[in-house]
T-cell receptor
Framework: SQELEQSPQSLIVQEGKNLTINCTSS?????LYWYKQKYGEGLIFLMM?????EEKSHEKITAKLDEKKQQSSLHITASQPSHAGIYLC????????????FGGGTRVLVKP | GAVVSQHPSRVICKSGTSVKIECRSL??????MFWYRQFPKQSLMLMAT?????????EQGVEKDKFLINHASLTLSTLTVTSAHPEDSSFYIC?????????????FGPGTRLTVL
């Protein structure tokens, strides 16, 4: 199994609906990053969380890191077609700086 | 800010030839750069970490003689795939960060799709 598990693997939502993606590890997440990728392109940085219980928001996207720093969630409110893509969580699980281990990704499709 | 470019975006080469991919940080100095490989519908696999002016650190299972990494300046790192074979065909992505701390965000390039015939 992967050291960083993402769920679900894929998601289809109706435009305007909310969605949540989870990223879980059995290890402590010393730095947790969320990125978005469109097929065949690079990764776009969304947010970084470091402290247990931390929550950040940007536009309609909210990311949280739990108190134990082993689970993070990414929540999109009132999804739009522009939110479609692959969401990846990446984390420092070795306390070795910003060398990241990535989850398997969640493919999001937003139906108009 | 924090723009990273890669060149070329696509390359097709014959088996046995070498291919060089460039990764540039355009508006910041990147102390650390990372090279990843991504297979279709899979996540990113870290290949190596490079720090300016020093030898790259390769991940387990990555052949350093096959994937040559040079980080000659604070804005440029290159990955050379030597004697490429069809199994080297993949999407290669680089990232750059100001430093190596856990809060130093990695900013990613757009990727290079390599096809070896």
């Amino acid at each position: 199994s992967q050291e960083l598990e993402q769920s679900p693997q894929s998601l289809i939502v109706q435009e305007g609906k909310n969605l949540t993606i989870n990223c879980t590890s059995s290890k402590t997440l010393y730095g947790l990053y969320w990125y978005k990728q469109k097929y065949g392109e690079g990764l776009i940085f969304l947010m970084m969380l470091q402290k247990g219980g931390e929550e950040k928001s940007h536009e309609k996207i909210t990311a949280k890191l739990d108190e134990k720093k082993q689970q993070s969630s990414l929540h999109i409110t009132a999804s739009q077609p522009s939110h479609a893509g692959i969401y990846l969580c990446g984390a420092d699980i070795q306390a070795a700086g910003n060398k990241l281990t990535f989850g398997g990704g969640t493919r999001v499709l937003v139906k108009p | 800010g924090a723009v990273v470019s890669q060149h070329p975006s696509r390359v097709i080469c014959k088996s046995g030839t070498s291919v060089k991919i460039e990764c540039r940080s355009l508006d910041f100095q990147a102390t650390t750069m990372f090279w990843y490989r991504q297979f279709p519908k899979q996540s990113l696999m870290l290949m190596a970490t490079s720090n300016e002016g020093s030898k790259a650190t390769y991940e387990q299972g990555v052949e350093k003689d096959k994937f040559l990494i040079n980080h000659a300046s604070l804005t440029l790192s290159t990955l050379t795939v030597t004697s490429a074979h069809p199994e080297d065909s993949s999407f290669y992505i680089c990232s750059a960060s100001h430093g190596a701390g856990s809060t130093d965000t990695q900013y990613f390039g757009p990727g290079t799709r390599l096809t070896v015939l």
